[in-house]
């Protein structure tokens, strides 16, 4: 058994707890106990136990969210039909919505606020590659900030949303994205303008020297080119 094998295991055997005990310490034993793990083997695959286990439940939906999207015929769809696609594919991915709302109960915790907020960047950032996007500029990281947006508030209506095959959630977040796309529309506006694109081209020249992250080991979230 391989050491992703055990901590799946692990991660199997917390879930059944989750809805009553949340993402705790309860449900960390629990879990150690019904996969039948040797405890120091769990805690060095999760240092942080349950948070880890939080963490690695939050992976899981996002990997299955990409394998979808690989047997899906999607090619006719518009790009925001697509991108709206995969994110009712991440959500279809969770078969216990008590998981999710004990996760984001966890995540808002000041001390685990950061890491919440690296899933939701993680989902976006994992959909826009997923759907081929290139981008190494400031697109790079509006992009992910807007949809991580459209995520967050789309998990939140769905959490609550009791309508049949969760109709409402996908009708609220078709108008998330057309929102986001008339935001699009309106900066290609200013850039085909002539005066507006005069005026911005200073501020633009700066924020064109912003680009994606790259692994350089320095642990800084971008890099800068003169």
Not at 173 to 191: G, H, P, Q, T
Request: contains cysteine.
């Amino acid at each position: 058994m391989t050491k992703v094998d055990i901590k799946g295991d692990l991660l199997d055997a917390a879930v059944i707890h989750v809805p009553f005990d949340g993402w705790s310490d309860a449900t960390w034993r629990s879990a150690i106990r019904d996969a039948d793990v040797d405890p120091v083997l769990a805690r060095a695959l999760c240092p942080r136990g349950a948070l880890d286990l939080a963490i690695a439940f939050h992976q899981r939906g996002d990997r299955a969210m990409v394998a979808r999207a690989k047997t899906e015929d999607m090619g006719a769809l518009r790009y925001s039909e697509k991108i709206a696609a995969l994110v009712r594919f991440r959500l279809q991915a969770v078969e216990d919505k008590d998981v999710v709302r004990r996760g984001m109960t966890l995540f808002s915790l000041p001390q685990y606020a950061s890491e919440g907020s690296k899933l939701i960047w993680g989902t976006s950032g994992l959909i826009w590659e997923t759907l081929g996007d290139t981008s190494d500029d400031i697109n790079w990281y509006t992009k992910r900030a807007t949809l991580s947006a459209v995520y967050g508030s789309t998990v939140l209506f769905w959490l609550g949303d009791d309508s049949d095959d969760h109709q409402a959630t996908w009708e609220f977040l078709d108008r998330r994205i057309n929102d986001v796309m008339s935001i699009e529309k309106f900066k290609a506006s200013v850039r085909d303008n002539k005066v507006l694109s005069g005026l911005l081209a200073g501020p633009m020249a700066l924020l064109g020297r912003v680009k994606a992250p790259v692994n350089t080991g320095a642990g800084m979230p971008g890099r800068w080119e003169n």
